[in-house]
Nanobody, 120 residues
Framework: QVQLVESGGGLAQAGDSLRLSCAASVRIFSIMGWFRQAPGKGRVLLGFISWNGGTTYYADSVKGRFTISRDNDKRTMNLQMNSLKPEDTAVYYC???????????????WGRGTQVTISS
């Protein structure tokens, strides 16, 4: 069974940077993605990365501010978040192995999430 654990969340101020990590219990040979769910809203895709890191996708809301990377030897995926805004406040989730569209929520494995709170 694949387990994903997010870390690195916390409280920051607008304009700050945070780096989230997603640690996998096994090596993952598939697309991995980052998602977030803001209070009172649905979970949305932020971006994903191919198994070799050669392809990435970012949602318009984070393009140019967030960067996804992965280290398959360490079984980790990272989310570097720069120029943070109060509207980035959400629970952030990592996921792996899409079962449908890469752009959907159809991923087989999910972490439990890490809270990111950005104050103005």
């Amino acid at each position: 069974q694949v387990q994903l654990v997010e870390s690195g969340g916390g409280l920051a101020q607008a304009g700050d940077s945070l780096r989230l990590s997603c640690a996998a219990s096994v090596r993952i040979f598939s697309i991995m993605g980052w998602f977030r769910q803001a209070p009172g809203k649905g979970r949305v895709l932020l971006g994903f990365i191919s198994w070799n890191g050669g392809t990435t996708y970012y949602a318009d809301s984070v393009k140019g501010r967030f960067t996804i990377s992965r280290d398959n030897d360490k079984r980790t995926m990272n989310l570097q978040m720069n120029s943070l805004k109060p509207e980035d406040t959400a629970v952030y989730y990592c996921a792996a192995e899409p079962t449908g569209s890469y752009y959907s929520l159809e991923y087989k494995y999910w972490g439990r999430g890490t809270q990111v709170t950005i104050s103005s």
